[in-house]
């Protein structure tokens, strides 16, 4: 139980670093930002995909949550934000390293999921180019009430960093304590199932907004449990705390499972695609 509880605050503690620069960031765009800057911030939004898909393939969590900060801003565009998050490797980068994996593999895993991450997404910014996507940094500000002035752009960054950490540290813990009370190996058991199924079943276990989905997924594949397709579909939807975030801070809850849904059909479908080619 503590064992649980102490793995949840070092999961939130690994993202406050990025959490502030995110809101940071946003107290700069809000303030410090001339009108010519802003103009080339969104002319400059059509390669959103191609920049978050490539920084989105680093072996890390915080990354997609600061992307989800940065989108509630409309800072980044849908697509970005969908790009991040497929290409998003959290754990399975260093895992994968620590257990000596044939690093071509590895470049071709990771790869795969920038690719993938980066055609949905310019896919999506396609379809919703003439949608308004105006920033609105100064909106997420009103809502949290952080009183954001010019001479407390850092200690209303602290103030954001402080709120959003307590609610995901919450919810980290509450999500640890129903994976120890089902058990990793019953996890597994559902994932050995080598059907149609499992990739559905894959896809939706690895949009759960803890890291530990991905250490699962890639610790089957490493083991020959499960086949590349399936572990595509699990991490491709992977996005560590990302999802989690989006619901917290984007207010608009149709948009964001427009999002979850995408994010969720892709993996399937690309899961099921690979397997068939390979």
């Known amino acids: 139980m503590w064992d649980t509880i102490l793995d949840g605050l070092i999961d939130t503690l690994k993202i406050v670093p990025y959490l502030f620069i995110t809101f940071l960031i946003l107290e700069l765009i809000e303030h410090k930002l001339s009108k010519k800057t802003e103009k080339v911030l969104r002319k400059n939004k059509k390669f959103g995909p191609i920049i978050g898909g490539i920084l989105g393939g680093l072996p890390q969590c915080g990354f997609s949550a600061m992307a989800a900060n940065l ?23 260093p895992i994968m390293l620590s257990e000596n994996t044939d690093i071509s593999i590895l ?20 379809i919703l180019k003439n949608k308004d996507e105006k920033e609105k940094v100064h909106e997420l500000c009103e809502h949290d009430h952080c009183d954001c002035k010019h ?25 640890n304590l129903i994976i120890f009370n089902v058990g990793e190996d019953s996890i597994k058991d559902v994932l050995l199932n ?22 699962i997924m890639t610790e089957l594949y490493l083991s020959n ?3 590349i397709g399936t572990l595509l579909a699990g991490v491709l939807t992977g996005s560590g705390l990302g999802i989690l975030l989006l619901f917290k801070s984007n207010k608009n809850l149709k948009e964001n499972l427009s999002i979850l849904s995408i994010i969720y059909v892709v993996g399937v479908v690309i899961g099921i695609i690979v397997d068939i080619i390979l």
Not at 111 to 121: D, N
Not at 160 to 175: D, E, P, R, V
Request: proline share 1%.
């Open 107 to 126: 470049i071709k895993i990771v790869g795969f999921k920038i690719i993938v991450g980066i055609i949905i997404g310019l896919i999506i910014d396609l």
């Open 71 to 93: 989108f509630s801003g409309r800072v980044i565009t849908i697509g970005t934000l969908i790009a991040i998050f497929l290409s998003t490797s959290d754990e399975m980068l």
């Open 194 to 215: 080598k059907n149609i199924f499992t990739y559905f079943i894959a896809s939706l276990f690895g949009l759960i907004p803890n890291c530990a989905s991905s250490v």
């Open 225 to 227: 449990m499960i086949t």
């Open 151 to 175: 001479d407390k752009i850092f200690l209303s960054s602290i103030k954001h960093t402080i709120k959003i950490g307590i609610f995901i540290l919450i919810a980290n813990i509450i999500i």
